[in-house]
Nanobody, 115 residues
Framework: QVQLVESGGGLVQAGGSLRLSCAAS????????MGWYRQAPGKQREFIARVITGGTKIYGDSVKGRFAVSRDYNKNTVSLEMNSLKPEDTAVYFC?????????WGKGTLVTVSS
Protein backbone atom coordinates (compact mmCIF):
# COMPACT_ATOMS: atom_id res chain seq x y z
CA GLN A 1 0.00 0.00 0.00
CA VAL A 2 1.44 3.33 -1.08
CA GLN A 3 1.88 5.83 1.74
CA LEU A 4 2.94 9.47 1.56
CA VAL A 5 4.18 11.37 4.60
CA GLU A 6 4.82 15.10 4.46
CA SER A 7 7.06 17.10 6.78
CA GLY A 8 8.48 20.60 7.10
CA GLY A 9 5.42 22.79 7.52
CA GLY A 10 5.27 25.57 10.06
CA LEU A 11 5.00 29.29 10.68
CA VAL A 12 7.14 31.73 8.70
CA GLN A 13 7.13 35.48 8.13
CA ALA A 14 6.30 36.98 4.76
CA GLY A 15 9.37 37.03 2.54
CA GLY A 16 10.83 34.00 4.25
CA SER A 17 11.53 30.49 3.05
CA LEU A 18 10.44 27.00 3.96
CA ARG A 19 11.21 23.53 2.66
CA LEU A 20 8.67 20.72 2.56
CA SER A 21 9.52 17.07 2.09
CA CYS A 22 7.43 14.03 1.26
CA ALA A 23 8.53 10.43 1.71
CA ALA A 24 6.79 7.74 -0.31
CA SER A 25 6.73 4.06 0.55
CA UNK A 26 4.94 0.90 -0.48
CA UNK A 27 6.18 0.12 -3.97
CA UNK A 28 7.00 3.25 -5.93
CA UNK A 29 7.73 2.99 -9.65
CA UNK A 30 10.29 5.17 -11.34
CA UNK A 31 7.73 6.35 -13.90
CA UNK A 32 5.38 7.64 -11.22
CA UNK A 33 4.65 11.34 -10.98
CA MET A 34 5.11 13.11 -7.66
CA GLY A 35 4.23 16.63 -6.73
CA TRP A 36 2.43 19.07 -4.47
CA TYR A 37 -0.99 20.65 -4.12
CA ARG A 38 -2.32 23.01 -1.50
CA GLN A 39 -5.68 23.97 -0.05
CA ALA A 40 -6.38 27.23 1.72
CA PRO A 41 -9.40 27.60 4.03
CA GLY A 42 -12.59 27.92 2.02
CA LYS A 43 -10.83 27.33 -1.30
CA GLN A 44 -10.43 24.44 -3.71
CA ARG A 45 -7.29 22.35 -3.80
CA GLU A 46 -4.73 24.03 -6.04
CA PHE A 47 -1.96 22.50 -8.12
CA ILE A 48 1.51 23.73 -7.07
CA ALA A 49 4.23 21.67 -8.72
CA ARG A 50 5.02 18.25 -10.14
CA VAL A 51 7.96 16.23 -11.45
CA ILE A 52 6.96 14.07 -14.39
CA THR A 53 8.67 11.37 -16.41
CA GLY A 54 12.16 12.38 -17.47
CA GLY A 55 12.51 14.85 -14.64
CA THR A 56 10.51 17.64 -16.23
CA LYS A 57 9.12 20.07 -13.65
CA ILE A 58 5.77 21.78 -13.95
CA TYR A 59 4.54 24.66 -11.79
CA GLY A 60 1.30 26.39 -11.07
CA ASP A 61 1.14 30.03 -12.13
CA SER A 62 0.85 31.32 -8.57
CA VAL A 63 4.25 29.92 -7.54
CA LYS A 64 6.37 30.15 -10.69
CA GLY A 65 9.72 31.75 -9.94
CA ARG A 66 9.31 31.37 -6.17
CA PHE A 67 8.97 27.64 -5.55
CA ALA A 68 11.20 24.81 -6.71
CA VAL A 69 10.29 21.12 -6.75
CA SER A 70 12.81 18.30 -6.74
CA ARG A 71 12.67 14.55 -6.56
CA ASP A 72 15.10 11.92 -5.31
CA TYR A 73 14.29 8.72 -7.18
CA ASN A 74 16.58 6.63 -5.02
CA LYS A 75 14.96 7.74 -1.76
CA ASN A 76 11.43 8.06 -3.19
CA THR A 77 11.10 11.59 -1.89
CA VAL A 78 9.85 14.83 -3.35
CA SER A 79 10.68 18.23 -1.89
CA LEU A 80 9.33 21.72 -2.31
CA GLU A 81 11.58 24.70 -1.70
CA MET A 82 9.40 27.75 -1.08
CA ASN A 83 10.92 31.22 -1.26
CA SER A 84 9.56 34.76 -1.06
CA LEU A 85 6.55 33.45 0.81
CA LYS A 86 3.40 35.55 0.94
CA PRO A 87 0.45 35.47 3.35
CA GLU A 88 -1.65 34.07 0.49
CA ASP A 89 0.61 31.01 0.43
CA THR A 90 -0.94 29.99 3.75
CA ALA A 91 -2.54 26.58 3.24
CA VAL A 92 -2.33 22.90 3.94
CA TYR A 93 0.18 21.42 1.50
CA PHE A 94 -0.45 17.90 0.22
CA CYS A 95 1.99 15.51 -1.37
CA UNK A 96 0.58 13.78 -4.46
CA UNK A 97 1.62 10.67 -6.37
CA UNK A 98 0.16 9.30 -9.59
CA UNK A 99 1.07 5.73 -10.40
CA UNK A 100 -0.54 3.11 -12.63
CA UNK A 101 -3.63 5.23 -12.99
CA UNK A 102 -4.12 5.65 -9.25
CA UNK A 103 -3.73 8.94 -7.35
CA UNK A 104 -2.42 8.92 -3.80
CA TRP A 105 -2.42 11.74 -1.26
CA GLY A 106 -0.59 12.47 1.94
CA LYS A 107 -2.39 13.84 4.98
CA GLY A 108 -0.95 17.30 4.48
CA THR A 109 1.26 19.73 6.36
CA LEU A 110 0.20 23.22 7.38
CA VAL A 111 2.15 26.25 6.19
CA THR A 112 1.27 29.58 7.75
CA VAL A 113 2.78 32.81 6.43
CA SER A 114 2.38 35.83 8.69
CA SER A 115 2.34 39.38 7.37
Amino acid sequence: QVQLVESGGGLVQAGGSLRLSCAASGGIFSDSRMGWYRQAPGKQREFIARVITGGTKIYGDSVKGRFAVSRDYNKNTVSLEMNSLKPEDTAVYFCNLLQSGVTYWGKGTLVTVSS
